[in-house]
Structures are given as C-alpha cells and as structure tokens.
C-alpha cells in the first residue's frame, strides 16, 4: 500500500497541483501510510487501527489543550504582575488617617450622648474630636511620609460623618430645624457620592471590586476648595455652637437663628 502511495505523490499532476500547496503535510503524510501499511502487515484489523489512530488524537488534542490552558494561566499570571507593578501603591498606616478613623468611630458614640441629654460630655468629645481634625492636618502637611492620597480622601469623609450625626442628633433634640439638617445632608450626600466617583475613575484597570475597596491603591489626590473649606468650618462652628448652648443656658438665642440662616445658604455652594 505504501509503494503505491508513493508512486501517486510522484506522479507529474500530483507535484504540479498538490504538492505545491501540501508540502508541509506530506512527511506527517509519508508516515501516516506507513504506520498504516506496517500494521497492516502485522495483520491488525482497520477497524481497530483507525480506532486506535483516533485515540491517540484524541490523546494529542488534550495533552495539546492542557498545554494551552497554562500558558494562558501563565500570560494572565504574568500581566497581572505587570499591572501590579505598574499600580502606584502607598502606606495607608499613617498618624492622620488613624486619627480621621477615630473621628469616624467616636461620630455614633458622640450622637448617643447627645440624645441621653449629656451635653457636658457631648461638648468635651467634641472639642476632642476638632483637636484630632486639626493635629491630622498638620501633621500631614509637615511631614512627607505622613501624607497620603487615601489620606486626602479620609479626612473630609471623617468631617462628613461627624458633621452629619451631630445635625441628625441636634435636629432630634429640636435644637436645629429639619429643614437646615435636610439641606446640609443632601449637599454631603452629594460630595461623598462625587469622592467615590473620582476614586472609580481615578483606579486603573481593570477596575474590580476587589482592587476598588483596597486602601493602598493610590488614586486621585483629592483637594478641597476655599468654597468647602468654608462650608465645613461654618458647619462645624454652627453645631459646636448649638451644642454648647444647653450648656451655657443659652437655647433659641438669636445668634443662632443668625447662624441658621448663614448654614442654609451656605449649603447651597458647592
């Protein structure tokens, strides 16, 4: 079978028409027929050496396709490396932003003592947590390792939840109106929901949850402007002030009522 195999590729229409267009088949080809035609010789059955011709493919096309699947887990091993080396990453364990956590922590605490009417201890806790806001940002400003991207995001997020328990807490004392707490929420509301835009945009890609909600993925450097600066520090004294009224026996002075009005068009401006 072999022989006349080889007299049909040597014949001149089979070298003009087909070989041109197969020669990288024919050893494989070559091979082929005479594996074939020696098991033939052997006496072993067709049916049996095409089934054994078919396992042995079958064989080759999953050893060829476990080969695949690691080299490909191996490529996505290796861009994965690449992309995390190319992802900026910083220490989050700084001083500032374990003093904004503990703004953030005491905020509830805070709103509770100002519900049991513990206004002398609301106060100094208070007064506790501004010292906090004010040492972070100094600390962050004069020392370089101390700086850090989540940092810029964590400390307007600190003064944000504090701000918005104490009107919440005050509002349900009846010492600030629903209608000023309902406005100042909404615009925080509004600015946390812009900060975690920017930090979704700011993320390279790809963008999962996974590396979204990790904190030592540097993102963008949030910077507030002179407008919420501001907006914060009236916000703060109109509570610190509110606050200490029950204490000083000074409730529904028409400094406050002033200060109402200041705090409602100030949570207009962004």
């Not at 074939?36 to 006496?43: E, I, K, N, V």
Request: aromatic fraction near 8%.
């Amino acid at each position: 079978m072999a022989s006349v195999v080889l007299k049909l590729l040597s014949t001149k229409m089979c070298q003009m028409c087909i070989l041109p267009r197969a020669q990288l088949l024919r050893p494989g080809l070559l091979g082929w027929v005479a594996s074939l035609d020696y098991s033939m010789d052997q006496g072993q059955k067709p049916q049996e050496l095409l089934q054994s011709m078919l396992q042995k493919k079958k064989q080759h096309f999953k050893e060829s396709g476990q080969i695949l699947l690691k080299d490909i887990k191996e490529t996505r091993d290796k861009v994965k490396e690449k992309m995390e080396e190319i992802v900026e990453r910083e220490n989050v364990l700084t001083i500032p932003n374990l003093l904004c956590i503990s703004r953030i922590v005491i905020s509830p605490f805070l709103g509770y003592l100002i519900l049991q009417s513990e206004y002398h201890l609301a106060l100094g806790v208070f007064v506790f947590a501004g010292i906090t806001d004010l040492v972070d940002g100094w600390i962050a400003r004069n020392f370089e390792s101390q700086a850090s991207k989540m940092g810029s995001f964590l400390d307007p997020m600190a003064d944000k939840v504090l701000i918005a328990t104490l009107f919440l807490s005050l509002t349900y004392m009846d010492l600030i109106p629903v209608v000023l707490t309902g406005a100042i929420i909404t615009r925080d509301l509004f600015l946390v929901g812009a900060a975690f835009y920017v930090r979704y945009k700011s993320l390279p890609p790809p963008r999962t949850l996974s590396r979204y909600f990790d904190v030592t993925h540097a993102t963008a450097q949030l910077s507030p402007t002179a407008i919420s600066k501001w907006n914060t520090g009236m916000q703060l004294l109109l509570v610190a002030t509110t606050l200490a009224a029950p204490v000083f026996s000074c409730v529904d002075h028409p400094a406050l009522h002033a200060m109402w009005y200041v705090g409602m068009s100030s949570a207009f401006l962004v």
